[in-house]
């Protein structure tokens, strides 16, 4: 369980020498962000300025973490690498499987026998290849990390977007594919765009209502789904040093909403109090002894202006509590005006279910000003009117706040405790309701709330908050209440007012745990055998893809023109499909079924133009398959926002589907189709969308040339016998287009470890 001290005390020892040698290239001062990353460049890679949001820079990760149901794809591949170990110290953890049903117990029992094939794939495979493996139940990833495994100035990549939520304890984290997270932990570098820079400057001090996390929904509302993108945030100013170290790792997690690289703070007191009391005072006294590399220089924070491409400035005196919805993460509103919005827009004022945790909020701080509210509604005789879950973000942090009886104030307040993992937030959730079809309203402490996310209901509006207000609007039954200057009425006719939440940071106590639910991995693997069924419908050994033929490509099908948001969930819906997220042919099963079709606004309604008969998509693109015909998928703005998953691209690549080509990607997602040798492109122009139709015939030319910089041109054909030729982009370096060329980045580790035997 333990983490990797002597590789952190090496990284400290070398830190100061990096940073000078930085500043000498660079000429300048330095953020802190630039510090770890110059910190962490590849070994033998030139110490030299990058242009930000331009230069692909190589960088040396010092950890890699893996969620269930994204390492049975990652480790799927790294089976294929042919290594015998993981390169740097690695971790799978199992949150995802478990739904949320009754409660903690009986729903984990239940995974457990509903996931075993997988839980025992994944552990045999951490067994033998040196990852540490947390069991089902331990907690969510994210949550663990915090506790265990992030150290301020070091790097992590892991596979699952909100991977950022470590920069809370000053570590950039970044969220990327599985494809990603092998190559790392086959021993190679790890490639990113060198970042562009936002800062944020935070004055002032929270107080009363407000918590960390109207930080977040505030900056939300300000940079948008898409303002983030390609940049890495960074906090500072005396206000970013009053929050509490798990309150800076909600913000940094909900950065991943924003589309940011990650979020990042630096060290200070906050960070080694929770060192300490999280059993790493090791690395605290470490990070005591370099704390002036842990930080931006001075001159950056007096002046950011000149070191930061975008500044923010945030007055946290000033800040209200705010609520974000419904359907997107940036809708924000502060609660003074939340309950007008609900009437103009005619959202459900009736709140059917509130619920915290997450790995956003789950830390003892969040649980204990949630259960300060909770406590209230007790003591005044006033039954909850809305639903009430909680889920635990660690089986460290459950064990303590029912030692210190926090969840009997939630269970009396009719709350229901949820297992240590993701549940609700990403679907897993049966819930309870007695008409699906009825437009309803939930509100939740975790991070995103797009349609259909947490119940599969398109009518559900749900409405992210930070878990006190949460709590108070559970306990209201109203989306209108607002604490802050609302009352109460109980059955006797009293009425009473909230009081402010009031939280403690760090258990007075401290943390405790019975079995945190680790497992270490055997010292030599070799024996260890990982089993998968030939006939398992829920892992597949993977088969290479093809390898590109070499021309160009045509006669293509218009698979389809996708309008408006694509997220990963449209992509390659969550939920029920999770259970299939290692077997890569039954999984394709879901791809693309929640995009709108542009041309009749339905779902996973398209034209099969062998046929012209309208079908599914998975459906149609099969049919295409089988007749070996190639296809494209065009989308719009921020194609594949969302999450880490790279079924996203796996699947589409592996049904037949040539090229991707949208108005504007997602990081993660434009990395994952690269990695799988898919063909991901963006309009020249933005209004040749328009251009497209639906019985389109396409052709890519200039693939022969394939360059970077270079534009490819796409052929549309129409059924009219008409044709465009418009330009398109991409962001492809040399060694992406060889990924193209090899059919995988993955193929191309498997020839070069062929060739080394
Ligand atoms: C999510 O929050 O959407 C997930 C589930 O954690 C994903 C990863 C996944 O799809 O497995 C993420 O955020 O990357
Ligand atoms: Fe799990 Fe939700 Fe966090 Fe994703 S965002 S890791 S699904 S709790």
């Not at 002894?289 to 007055?315: K, M, R, S």
């Not at 052709?699 to 360059?707: E, P, Q």
Request: hydrophobic content about 40%.
């Amino acid at each position: 369980m333990a983490f990797d001290i002597d590789m952190i005390k090496k990284l400290y020892s070398n830190f100061g020498a990096r940073i000078d040698a930085a500043r000498t290239a660079t000429g300048k001062s330095l953020t802190l962000t630039e510090k770890i990353l110059y910190a962490h460049l590849w070994q033998g890679a030139a110490t030299t300025a990058f242009e930000r949001g331009k230069d692909y820079v190589e960088f040396a990760p010092d950890r890699v973490a893996m969620q269930d149901a994204t390492a049975q794809m990652a480790l799927l591949q790294f089976m294929q690498a042919g290594r015998t170990k993981v390169a740097v110290p690695s971790t799978v953890h199992c949150d995802h499987l478990i739904q949320a049903e009754v409660g903690a117990v009986e729903d984990l029992s239940k995974a457990k026998t509903q996931n075993k094939e997988v839980y025992d794939f994944l552990a045999s495979v951490s067994n033998k290849y040196g990852i540490g493996f947390w069991k089902p139940g331990a907690g969510i990833i994210h949550q663990v990390v915090l506790e265990q495994y992030a150290f301020p100035g070091g790097m992590m990549i892991g596979t699952d977007s909100h991977t950022v939520n470590a920069g809370g304890l000053g570590i950039i984290a970044i969220g990327v594919g599985g494809a990603d997270a092998c190559d790392v932990m086959a021993g190679l570098p790890w490639e990113l765009k060198f970042p562009k820079l936002i800062g944020v400057k935070l004055t002032g001090k929270l107080s009363g209502w407000t918590a960390s996390k109207d930080i977040i929904l505030k900056v939300a509302g300000i940079l948008t789904v898409k303002g983030g993108t390609g940049a890495i945030l960074e906090y500072f100013g005396d206000g970013a040093k009053s929050l509490s170290c798990t309150g800076k790792g909600t913000i940094c997690n909900m950065g991943a909403e924003i589309g940011a690289t990650t979020s990042i703070f630096g060290y200070d007191a906050k960070m080694g109090e929770y060192l300490r009391g999280t059993g790493r005072a090791e690395i605290a006294d470490g990070a005591d002894a370099i704390a002036a590399h842990l930080t931006g220089d001075d001159e950056v924070y007096a002046n950011p202006e000149a070191y930061f491409d975008q500044v923010i400035e945030i007055n946290l005196t000033e800040l209200e509590p705010h609520i974000n919805g419904p359907f997107t993460p940036d809708l924000a509103w502060p609660i003074s005006k939340f309950a007008d919005a609900v009437k103009v827009n005619g959202w459900p004022d009736k709140m059917e279910v509130g619920l915290i945790g997450s790995c956003t909020n789950s830390s003892y701080e969040d649980i204990t000003r949630a259960a300060s509210i909770a406590k209230q509604a007790t003591d005044n005789n006033f039954k909850a009117k809305a639903e009430f879950t909680i889920t635990p973000g660690s089986e460290q942090v459950r064990y303590t706040v029912e030692r210190d009886g926090y969840l009997d104030t939630f269970e009396k307040m009719g709350g229901v405790v949820l297992a240590n993992a993701c549940g609700p937030c990403i679907g897993q959730w049966a819930r309870h309701s007695t008409d699906p079809n009825r437009k309803n309203s939930i509100v939740t402490s975790y991070n995103r709330n797009f349609s259909k996310r947490n119940d599969g209901n398109p009518n559900t509006h749900a409405f992210v908050a930070s878990p006190e207000i949460t709590t108070a609007l559970a306990i209201a039954g109203s989306l209108s209440f607002n604490p802050l200057t609302d009352y109460l009425t109980n059955d006797k006719g009293e009425k009473f007012k909230l009081e402010e939440p009031l939280g403690i940071e760090m258990p007075v106590k401290g943390f405790a745990v019975e079995d945190a639910g680790f497992q270490a991995p055997a010292e030599d693997g070799s024996k260890v055998e990982v089993l998968v069924s030939p006939t398992s419908d829920r892992l597949q050994i993977l088969q290479p893809f093809a390898a590109w033929e070499g021309t160009d490509l045509k006669g293509l099908k218009l698979l389809i023109k996708a309008k408006g948001k694509c997220t990963t969930d449209h992509i390659s819906m969550a939920g029920p499909w999770l259970k299939f997220r290692g077997h890569l042919d039954n999984i394709s099963n879901n791809m693309l079924i929640g995009a709108l079709n542009f041309f009749n606004e339905k779902t996973d309604t398209v034209k099969n133009q062998l046929t012209g008969e309208y079908g599914t998509v998975p459906g149609t693109q099969r049919a295409y398959k089988a007749a070996g015909i190639g296809s494209v998928v065009v989308g719009d703005e921020n194609y594949g926002e969302g999450s880490s998953r790279e079924h996203a691209a796996m699947e589409p690549r592996f049904l037949g589907v040539r090229a991707v080509l949208v108005k504007s990607f997602a990081r993660i997602h434009e990395t994952n189709l690269k990695k799988q040798g898919m063909l991901g492109l963006t309009f020249a122009d933005k209004e040749d969308y328009n251009k497209i139709q639906e019985d389109d015939k396409i052709d890519i030319i200039g693939l022969t040339s394939f360059a970077p910089g270079n534009q490819l041109q796409m052929v549309f054909n129409h059924a009219d016998g008409t044709a465009d030729t418009i330009n398109v982009n991409h962001t492809y370096n040399e060694q992406q287009i060889e990924w193209f060329k090899a059919g995988a980045a993955l193929n191309i580790i498997r020839r070069e470890f062929e060739a080394s035997k």
